[in-house]
């Protein structure tokens, strides 16, 4: 694939890691890749994920892969594709394409999606399990709400801190069934932080914030402004989950 600087809107999606289940957040890694594709090329692009590059990710016993896509905000031709790291040697030995596939029809694959794809950049991510939240039995949503933020690098664990003290009872009360929080390492600026808050459908923004439902506006905003003094961007963002692509559990 070519490579490229992801936009901002790019960059707010890459921890989207719902699959077609869930389970306890690990202490885990996953690798994200974010794609855009081009307009006329989407349908084809599609086709080959889920004709050819699928299949061949199961055959080679790849435990999970998750896609996902801008909702009506953003660019709609970008594409998030999650896969869990087992070990980082995994990279040193063949991909799961090459171990699934003959070299001649790899090759194709990869010229056919070449010519689909307009950039694309990888990344490696780690979860923080004792922020996050996963209900037991919780089922992957239709969206997510993803709010990536930029903040001092000398406040990366009081950022952390707040998350946790804070903003996790307040979901914890707010019933959610999934919120989960990871940290940008390998390929991506080492002070940002993303949060993915599960939802059931887009008229939960009819609502308003959550903390304005649970706390009241009062304390929501006192809350807010506390979490505000850590950070030097914020980006929030709604996705769509593309099951016809994807399969497995949560990394």
Not at 43 to 57: Q, T
Not at 122 to 131: E, H, R, Y
Not at 141 to 157: D, E, S, W
Request: hydrophobic share 45%; proline share 6%.
């Amino acid at each position: 694939m070519k490579n490229s600087r992801a936009p901002s809107s790019i960059r707010a999606l890459i921890l989207l890691v719902f699959s077609t289940g869930i389970t306890a957040a690990q202490d885990n890694w996953i690798r994200v890749t974010t794609v855009r594709v081009k307009p006329d090329m989407v349908d084809k692009w599609r086709g080959i994920y889920k004709n050819e590059i699928v299949p061949a990710y199961k055959k080679a016993r790849l435990p999970s892969f998750a896609v996902w896509r801008n909702g009506p905000f953003g660019d709609i031709y970008e594409f998030t594709l999650v896969a869990p790291i087992e070990k980082f040697a995994q990279f040193d030995a063949a991909s799961p394409l090459a171990k699934a596939m003959k070299t001649e029809d790899r090759l194709r694959v990869e010229a056919e999606l070449n010519h689909c794809v307009a950039g694309a950049l990888s990344v490696a991510l780690l979860s923080q399990p004792d922020i996050s939240i996963v209900k037991e039995g919780a089922a992957a949503p239709p969206l997510i709400m993803v709010q990536t933020v930029t903040v001092a690098p000398k406040n990366v664990n009081a950022y952390l801190a707040f998350l946790k003290e804070e903003m996790r009872p307040v979901i914890q009360k707010a019933g959610v069934d999934v919120w989960l929080v990871y940290r940008h390492v390998f390929g991506s600026e080492g002070n940002q932080i993303t949060t993915i808050r599960s939802m059931s459908g887009y008229s939960e923004l009819d609502a308003g914030p959550l903390t304005s439902r649970i706390l009241g506006p009062d304390e929501a905003v006192r809350l807010g402004a506390k979490g505000d003094q850590f950070l030097d961007s914020s980006r929030v963002v709604v996705a769509q989950y593309e099951k016809e692509i994807s399969y497995g559990r949560i990394p």
